[in-house]
């Protein structure tokens, strides 16, 4: 037992934060659990997602698309579920696939644990590390659970961060690249090119995601004929648009009793709409450090929330958004006036945006009426 002698109580639990808000040893423990769960799943072949994910990807390089009556495999063992990811998907996961049968799930396991690590820690230095080793913590949990499913929501989610960071940092060509990457495979990934808008150099990021799109579309010609590529992705397309009718989801078209299954696509497009009128009308506040995050949270909120197939898992992607909002509030302040001042303290500092330019008076301003 720990020694709890008079007078000791106090050290003891500052010894014990002091442990847990190490990254360090965040990363040891939380792979060692990654391990364990990778391993027992494995043991008793409960790791179905990544053989959908396998299986698919071997169908690919042998030239069939592994939608519709092609899926699932003829005479594969078990029943597998749908298989619902894009072409590139199969590409980028092929080293994953022909590993032996037992390794290939928990290398795939802990490769996606430390680039979700990876990405909370280096999140820009707006963030602390106390701040970071929580967000890491209290994402552990929801984690955990889509690794047991050996679900590709984790890496969406870190693409998600990752590609934040590099915009904060001026990196446009490898953001964009990790957004194109993640809308070409699971397509929630392809909204956040909306937030180019909040960050200089926007045409030359968007000729970069022209390009790089057209590069991930044509990507599956390393292994098809390009004319068959048409085809390929229709099959595509029609397993995503058949896929919701399948069983109840996870979003807010399934909560009773609104009933507003039957209009769903009404809803997602307006919600849309009302979100970019929304940023439209805040356009002087796009500089702003809060305000990227906050677009950010509502984002990865939007794609899960509104989403056509949520699962319980698929929240690790909005949770750590809405994690990462409110350390920014939290710094503020419950207090309007004590926020207002110290999120504009923190600004004049700085006095510069995520492109290395002065931020103008008038942008500060609206900071403050934003803040209030």
Not at 19 to 29: A, C, D, G, S, T
Request: with cysteine; net charge positive.
């Amino acid at each position: 037992m720990l020694n709890t002698r008079p007078g000791t109580e106090g050290s003891v639990w500052r010894r014990i934060g002091a442990f847990f808000l190490n990254p360090r040893n965040l990363y040891v423990i939380g792979l060692l659990l990654v391990l364990a769960l990778s391993v027992s799943e494995v043991t008793r072949a409960r790791h179905r997602n990544f053989m959908i994910f396998a299986e698919s990807t071997k169908l690919f390089w042998q030239q069939i698309a592994p939608y519709g009556a092609n899926w699932p495999p003829a005479g594969f063992p078990i029943r597998l579920d749908y298989f619902l990811y894009g072409p590139l998907f199969n590409i980028l996961f092929a080293p994953f696939a022909y590993l032996p049968a037992w390794l290939g799930p928990i290398a795939w396991n802990v490769f996606n644990f430390t680039l979700w690590f990876a990405a909370i820690f280096t999140l820009p230095g707006k963030f602390t590390r106390e701040e970071k080793c929580k967000s890491f913590l209290f994402t552990f949990l929801i984690l955990a659970c889509t690794q047991l499913s050996f679900q590709y929501n984790v890496a969406v989610g870190y693409m998600f961060l990752f590609a934040y960071s590099l915009l904060e940092r001026d990196k446009g060509f490898w953001a964009v690249l990790l957004i194109m990457v993640s809308g070409f495979t699971k397509i929630y990934g392809i909204f956040q090119l909306a937030m180019l808008l909040f960050y200089p150099h926007f045409w030359r990021n968007m000729g970069y995601a022209v390009l790089i799109g057209i590069a991930c579309l044509l990507a599956p010609a390393v292994n098809m004929p390009l004319a068959e590529l048409p085809d390929y992705y229709g099959q595509w397309v029609g397993a995503l648009t058949e896929h919701p009718d399948t069983r109840t989801w996870m979003n807010v078209f399934y909560l009773r009793p609104l009933g507003l299954l039957p209009y769903r696509m009404y809803i997602q497009i307006g919600v849309l709409a009302l979100l970019a009128v929304g940023v439209l009308a805040n356009w002087r506040s796009w500089r702003l450090p809060f305000f990227r995050i906050a677009c950010l949270a509502i984002l990865m909120g939007y794609v899960i929330l509104f989403s056509n197939s949520s699962e319980g898992h698929t929240y690790v992607i909005m949770l750590i958004g809405y994690q990462m909002w409110y350390w920014t509030m939290r710094r503020g302040g419950g207090n309007p006036s004590c926020r207002q001042d110290r999120l504009l303290g923190d600004l004049r500092d700085r006095g510069r945006d995520a492109g290395g330019r002065a931020v103008p008076a008038e942008s500060h301003a609206a900071f403050l009426r934003m803040a209030a």
